[in-house]
């Protein structure tokens, strides 16, 4: 049972537009939600993250929108470099585990 | 920054031995280490949740006594791979959180396993 689904394996984006990284899930128990960059061969990096009592967060060039009526949340990156183009995985927890559950990942290339 | 490091990075062995991997948190005590492990192309699957000086806490389906966790220290867990076999091969990640927190968690950069 896949919590946590981000339902597009890959994405490709020309440097300087918008990307857009959808991830859904399932569990309304879910308040706390993350987004991580991951190169092959290497540990995940924390990007940002957002609470469910709010619906936008912002940190430069990478804002995460959450949706909770509709289970979804987006990261945008604008404007896309290539040295953004990595693996992006979507995670939640819920308060009462504060386990991390993690999306499939999607693939992101920013084209020069 | 907080820095998680795994050792080794890389781990090649025959079927039947053991393995074991490090993970330290080189700037902080970790209060809350985590195992994870991944397949090619797939998420981090979470395979147990360690305290320092207490039990892991095993996720449904993963083996505990084939994979032995160790959180002997505030910066210092270990996960023991017993008995490995080529299903075993794949990519284990560690991370460590400083707190009750475990959103806030640090990642390693991660192992990877061949077992022949």
């Known amino acids: 049972d896949q919590q946590v689904k981000q339902n597009s394996p890959s994405l490709s984006v020309q440097e300087g537009r918008i990307s857009i990284l959808n991830c859904d899930y399932t569990n309304s128990m879910f308040d706390y939600f993350l987004w991580y960059k991951k190169y092959p061969a290497e540990g995940p990096t924390f990007l940002i993250s957002i609470s469910s009592i709010k619906d936008k967060n912002e940190d430069g060039r990478f804002t995460v929108f959450l949706n909770k009526s509709a289970k979804h949340l987006s990261l945008h990156i604008v404007p896309s470099q290539p040295g953004d183009s990595a693996v992006y995985f979507c995670a939640a927890s819920a308060s009462n585990t504060g386990k991390l559950i993690f999306g499939q990942g999607t693939t992101l290339q920013v084209k020069p | 920054g907080a820095v998680v490091s795994q050792h080794p990075s890389w781990v090649i062995c025959k079927s039947g031995t053991s393995v074991k991997i490090e993970c330290r948190s080189l700037d902080f005590q970790a209060t809350t280490m985590f195992w994870y492990r991944q397949f090619p192309k797939q998420s981090l699957m979470l395979m147990a949740t360690?305290?320092?000086?207490?039990?892991?806490?095993?996720e449904q389906g993963v083996e505990k006594d084939k994979f032995l966790i160790n959180h002997a220290s505030l910066t210092l867990s270990t996960l023991t791979v017993t008995s490995a076999h080529p299903e075993d091969s794949s990519f284990y990640i560690c991370?460590?959180?400083?707190?009750?927190?475990?959103?806030?968690?640090?990642f390693g950069p991660g192992t990877r396993l061949l077992v022949l």
């Open positions: 991370s460590a959180s400083p707190g009750t927190m475990e959103e806030t968690q640090y």
């Open positions: 360690s305290n320092e000086g207490s039990k892991a806490t095993y």
